[in-house]
């Protein structure tokens, strides 16, 4: 280990033993851990309280939302491990956009734990392998072993409803006819996991086909359906889906409003611009730097970021 960050880590870890909580700026200290630091955290991991080890975790997942530059997949390797559930869900999520191969054979291997959250957390971290893999950019070997071990449990129907669900979303980029027909068999599902988990894949597709069915849901009593069907349609991204988009912009429900804007912008064209335009006078003003970056996006500028971004 280089000597400064060995001590600062050193130092850090036999505070969080001795049951200190981890402030978040020693938190960057966990990333990009090298083979000796690696190691003098797994050392020191069991002996750290589970509220701190699930809460270095969590704290872990969001930080590198929002800085690329940090890299905690050796922490959440550790993670992964752990004798407790929670920690492993946790580790789980934290390596949700990880692209290393020995990363998504871990995951896979989580697919069998014992604990369905953890089984969900890990179907849900294996979504960008099976994009990868789509595209061409991962190993085809593992790529075809994360798709056929996502399938074994969306098809069960012994399986945890929430795990299932995951594992359709995240097999919802592969364009196989399988999938095709997992897809529109969860949306014909009397079981709201699975429709809800069916809209999401759609959007993962970016297929057209399912438009038709993305625009009913527009229109669906339950506002999670409205907006899932919307983020879903900003994905596919056809210019069908504007003038149904635009009715959105009066619904009861300010996510299902926020959602549709920011579909808008990401669709762009001339419909979208004019129907953002007309908005405007009359959207609530918390609104407004929203609609003046969705404009922007439509009309071809910088381009707009959803949320919830489904790139991998």
């Known amino acids: ?128 392998f099976v994009a990868l893999r789509e595209l061409g950019r991962f190993d085809t070997t593992e790529g075809d072993a994360v798709v056929d071990a996502l399938r074994a449990r969306a098809e069960d129907p012994a399986e945890e409803l929430e795990v299932r669900a995951a594992a359709i979303e995240s097999l919802g980029s592969r364009s196989l006819p399988w999938v095709t027909q997992l897809i529109s068999d969860a949306y014909d599902a009397g079981q709201r996991e699975l429709r809800l988990a069916a809209i999401h894949a759609m959007g993962e597709s970016a297929n057209e086909r399912w438009l038709d069915f993305l625009h009913e849901q527009f229109y669906a009593d339950d506002p999670e359906f409205r907006f899932e069907a919307v983020m879903s349609a900003a994905s596919v991204g056809s210019e069908e889906s504007v003038p149904p988009l635009v009715d959105l912009l009066g619904d009861d429900d300010s996510e299902v409003v926020v959602a549709a804007i920011e579909a808008l912008g990401e669709i762009g064209g001339d419909a979208a611009v004019e129907a953002l335009e007309a908005y405007q006078p009359d959207a609530p003003p918390e609104f407004s730097e929203l609609l003046a970056l969705s404009i922007d996006a439509a009309r071809g500028g910088f381009g707009l970021v959803l949320e919830d971004d489904r790139e991998p």
């Open 1 to 128: 280990m280089r000597s400064a960050s060995a001590r600062e880590l050193t130092n850090l870890l036999d505070r969080l033993v001795a049951g200190s909580r981890p402030r978040a700026a020693e938190l960057s200290l966990f990333s990009d851990l090298g083979r000796d630091e690696a190691t003098a955290v797994k050392l020191a991991w069991p002996r750290i309280p589970l509220e701190s080890r699930t809460a270095i975790l969590v704290r872990a997942s969001d930080l590198t939302e929002d800085n690329v530059d940090l890299d905690f997949t050796a922490l959440a390797c550790i993670g992964l491990a752990d004798e407790f559930p929670e920690v492993r869900a946790r580790a789980a999520d934290a390596l949700w956009e990880t692209t290393d191969r020995t990363v998504a054979a871990l995951l896979r291997d989580r697919l069998d734990d014992d604990d369905s959250e953890v089984r969900t957390a890990a179907a849900s971290s294996l979504r960008q």
